[in-house]
């Protein structure tokens, strides 16, 4: 049970990074664009969908740590999330360029998506062994 608690607060952790940051890019995607010096999308739709999307997920990780074991399930889609975003940033930051603003996130998310993947792996085991360790 000790393991599932350490889990539980990840997923919670991970629900409140990414509802937060959608509810900012949201709410003040043109404010964050402008102090980070990024020339917008050329309708704000184009961040507006993401940040609701984040906002879903971050919901879909509260989900999954009120009870990991039940809702293992939906750990893939986390993990997936987090793989999208960073082959994209990643991609671009290693092959071309991209914007300052987008790299910490990818950083954030990277250790997110291994976490979640360890966590998905954790869960897999029988309780009794989850206790043991």
């Known amino acids: 049970m000790k393991n599932n608690n350490s889990i539980s607060l990840l997923f919670y952790v991970g629900g409140f990074y990414?509802?937060?940051?959608g509810a900012l890019f949201l709410l003040f995607g043109e404010q964050l664009f402008a102090f980070?010096?990024?020339t917008p999308p050329n309708h704000w739709g184009y961040i507006q969908f993401p940040a609701l999307i984040l906002i879903t997920f971050g919901i879909l990780f509260f989900q999954t740590?009120?009870?990991p074991h039940k809702n293992r399930i939906l750990i893939p889609y986390g993990?997936?999330?987090k793989a999208s975003y960073c082959l994209v940033v990643f991609g671009y930051w290693i092959l071309f360029s991209i914007p300052t603003m987008w790299k910490p996130f990818a950083i954030i998310d990277l250790v997110f998506g291994i976490l979640f993947y360890w966590s998905y792996v954790r869960l897999k085991q029988p309780?009794?062994?989850q206790q043991a360790a």
């Open 18 to 21: 990414d509802g937060i940051l």
């Open 79 to 81: 993990i997936m999330l």
């Open 127 to 129: 309780k009794a062994e």
């Open 36 to 38: 980070f010096g990024v």
């Open 65 to 67: 740590a009120s009870d």
